[in-house]
């Protein structure tokens, strides 16, 4: 059973950075790769990112390609996801999840394990 545990979240004025974590805990990190979502009021969780269980191959959704980058420290137990250049239509809760069994995959419900989020809004 892999804990996760993201932080980062907060108010930003549009253009502004933040920079997102998620400690996992309870199971060997490198076995899984790693993924982003948001989720909007009233929407639907979307992809934002994922990584590989290395770190050697990242994706993005064409919403946040050039300005949001995903990162992982193996020796940490940790994945990053550095956002830049923020708008207001980045505004939702940011969730971190853990996928072992399908490393290309962009749905949610192939991931197995799911961190509590972290609201991140940005104003214009």
């Known amino acids: 059973q892999v804990q996760l545990v993201e932080s980062g979240g907060g108010l930003v004025q549009a253009g502004g950075s933040l920079r997102l974590s998620c400690a996992a805990s309870g199971g060997t990190f490198s076995r899984y790769a790693m993924g982003w979502f948001r989720q909007a009021p009233g929407q639907e969780r979307e992809f934002a990112a994922r990584i590989s269980r290395s770190g050697g191959s990242t994706y993005y959704a064409d919403s946040v390609k050039g300005r949001f980058t995903i990162s992982r420290d193996n020796a940490k137990n940790t994945v990053y996801l550095q956002m830049n250049s923020l708008k207001p239509e980045d505004t939702a809760v940011y969730y971190c999840?853990?996928?072992?069994?399908?490393?290309?995959?962009?749905?949610?419900?192939?991931?197995?394990?799911w961190g509590q989020g972290t609201q991140v809004t940005v104003s214009s």
């Open positions: 999840a853990a996928d072992k069994n399908f490393p290309l995959t962009t749905d949610p419900s192939d991931f197995d394990y």
